[in-house]
């Protein structure tokens, strides 16, 4: 007679091999138990004495060791949430992170500030498109560009963009920063690689493209090239909005001060209280 693993047991089991690695090792084993069972994390909590099946039990079993070995839980389950959505994610995106949702809200009340009117929105470097889609969604009047140097990641976006069906407004174009614009938008927001790469987790490191986290020596290689260009692809009224890591605000804000020097320019904090979004807005045009 072979030993019956219910759920309750399988996911006790499971958060005890994740607790090393991972701060949500108990969250880690619903979602993978949810995803090898094809059911909702909810019901899967629920039916806590449901008696898993052998073939489960493996496909269970091998997910928990991917983990183990520090492979991010998004990836194991292709799927992600971000502002709402339901994204999906493979090795050739970075996976959204919480915390660059504040980016998202500050955009979207920057976009409010043209009411009715319509407006066009650049996304550089947009991975899976979490960024462009959440603002697609909660802009209907906005046109969106979303550029990206990875074509395996455009592929990720196009295939996100389609399950919102937002095809019509979220232009994709491969190429460098600003570049691939056909011309100036209203805003630019972006969450440009911008961490140093011997200092990141090692999950991350391990896993995640290194296109999209990588900085340069100090982090600030991609700033220096999109602020610059900036100018050029802003509208007379427009702003730009950058996710940051939380040491560089005072960088990035001189930066800003050296290319756009009548812009009125702040930076905003993230939940965890740490700086995480800078941004600057071209002066208001009298005519
Ligand atoms: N926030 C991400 C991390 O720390 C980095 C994102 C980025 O470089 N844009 O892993």
New binding site residues.
């Given amino acids: 007679m072979s030993d019956v693993v219910t759920i309750q047991h399988a996911l006790r089991t499971a958060a005890e091999q994740l607790r090393a690695v991972s701060t949500t090792a108990r969250l880690d084993a619903e979602l993978l138990l949810a995803h090898t069972l094809g059911w909702s994390r909810a019901k899967v909590v629920a039916e806590r004495d449901y008696a898993l099946t052998s073939e489960q039990q493996a496909t269970f079993a091998a997910l928990v060791a991917r983990r183990a070995a520090r492979e991010p839980v998004a990836y194991l389950t292709g799927h992600r949430e971000f502002f709402g959505l339901d994204l999906l994610v493979d090795r050739r995106v970075?996976i959204p992170?919480p915390?660059?949702e504040v980016l998202v809200e500050l955009a979207i009340a920057e976009a409010r500030r043209y009411g009715n009117a319509p407006l066009t929105i650049a996304d550089i470097?947009v991975g899976s498109g979490a960024i462009a889609i959440a603002l697609a969604m909660h802009l209907p009047r906005a046109i969106l560009y979303g550029v990206d140097l990875s074509a395996g990641a455009l592929e990720v976006a196009a295939a996100n963009i389609a399950r919102y069906h937002l095809h019509d407004r979220i232009t994709l174009l491969e190429g460098d920063l600003l570049a691939p614009l056909p011309g100036p938008v209203d805003l630019i927001v972006s969450?440009?690689?911008?961490?140093i790469l011997n200092e990141?987790?090692e999950g991350?490191y391990r896993y995640?493209p290194h296109l999209?986290?990588d900085?340069g020596p100090d982090g600030l290689d991609c700033y220096r090239r999109l602020i610059a260009a900036a100018p050029a692809y802003l509208k007379p009224q427009g702003a730009i909005l950058l996710?940051i890591?939380a040491w560089q605000a005072e960088a990035v804000v001189h930066l800003l001060n050296q290319a756009m020097p009548q812009a009125e320019i702040g930076v905003q904090r993230d939940l965890a209280g740490r700086d995480r979004v800078v941004w600057a807005r071209n002066p208001h045009v009298i005519r």
């Fill in positions: 970075l992170r915390e660059t470097g969450n440009p690689p911008y961490t990141i987790e991350v995640e999209a986290l900085g996710e890591g």
